[in-house]
T-cell receptor, first 115, second 113 residues
Framework: ETGVTQTPRHLVMGMTNKKSLKCEQH?????MYWYKQSAKKPLELMFV???????ENNSVPSRFSPECPNSSHLFLHLHTLQPEDSALYLC??????????????FGDGTRLSIL | AQSVTQLDSHVSVSEGTPVLLRCNYS??????LFWYVQHPNKGLQLLLK??????LVKGINGFEAEFKKSETSFHLTKPSAHMSDAAEYFC???????????FGQGTTLQVKP
């Protein structure tokens, strides 16, 4: 699946570092999502953007800061993370957010490790 | 509220034998249901979707799923497993009023030679 591209694929950072995750979709979609996937837990929806506007913040700590400059790009800015933030971060896109029959298309994720 | 339950956390089959991954859903409305697959170190790939058209849905890689309203089930099947099918499989329901995806806990499929 090359429709949604995430970079970097792997990231190791200390708790005091600042880094950003990038997601780009080439599907012409208008909605983009950030998910967190931790071992032995269901996928957790973090943020939803629809036509560049944030429509969902699922009680995510402020050390995670999303940015959506246009419908094709989504960033997740990270600062002062905790060890429990180590996980696979997945980006997804769909035609439009908020519609029941819309499948989401996922990128391959960024494996984040916090030292 | 909608929810999904994947009845098996781990399924092991021999190559060439049938695959059955079970999923039950809970929904007050006519649901939209999906199956996704995740191979190691990869994202989730859409296998198939049900959106109130035909109850037998054909997907990619020879997989199919049957929507059974009376049993509130959406089991995933494949007639003959291949080694490349070894992965994590997620049954997903879409919330009727928000479109949010509700994921099951996942089923790990092991394929033995």
């Amino acid at each position: 699946e090359t429709g949604v591209t995430q970079t970097p694929r792997h990231l190791v950072m200390g708790m005091t570092n600042k880094k950003s995750l990038k997601c780009e979709q080439h599907l012409g979609h208008n909605a983009m999502y950030w998910y967190k996937q931790s071992a032995k837990k269901p996928l957790e929806l973090m943020f939803v953007y629809n036509f560049k506007e944030q429509t969902e913040n699922n009680s995510v700590p402020s050390r995670f800061s999303p940015e959506c400059p246009n419908s094709s790009h989504l960033f997740l800015h990270l600062h002062t993370l905790q060890p429990e933030d180590s996980a696979l971060y997945l980006c997804a896109s769909s035609q439009v957010a908020g519609q029941q029959n819309q499948p989401q298309h996922f990128g391959d994720g960024t494996r984040l490790s916090i030292l | 509220a909608q929810s999904v339950t994947q009845l098996d956390s781990h399924v092991s089959v021999s190559e060439g034998t049938p695959v059955l991954l079970r999923c039950n859903y809970s929904s007050s409305y006519s649901p939209s249901l999906f199956w996704y697959v995740q191979h190691p170190n990869k994202g989730l790939q859409l296998l198939l979707k049900y959106t109130s058209a035909a109850t037998l849905v054909k997907g990619i890689n020879g997989f199919e799923a049957e929507f059974k309203k009376s049993e509130t089930s959406f089991h995933l099947t494949k007639p003959s497993a291949h080694m490349s099918d070894a992965a994590e499989y997620f049954c997903v329901v879409s919330e009727s009023n928000t479109g949010k995806l509700i994921f099951g806990q996942g089923t790990t499929l092991q394929v033995k030679p």
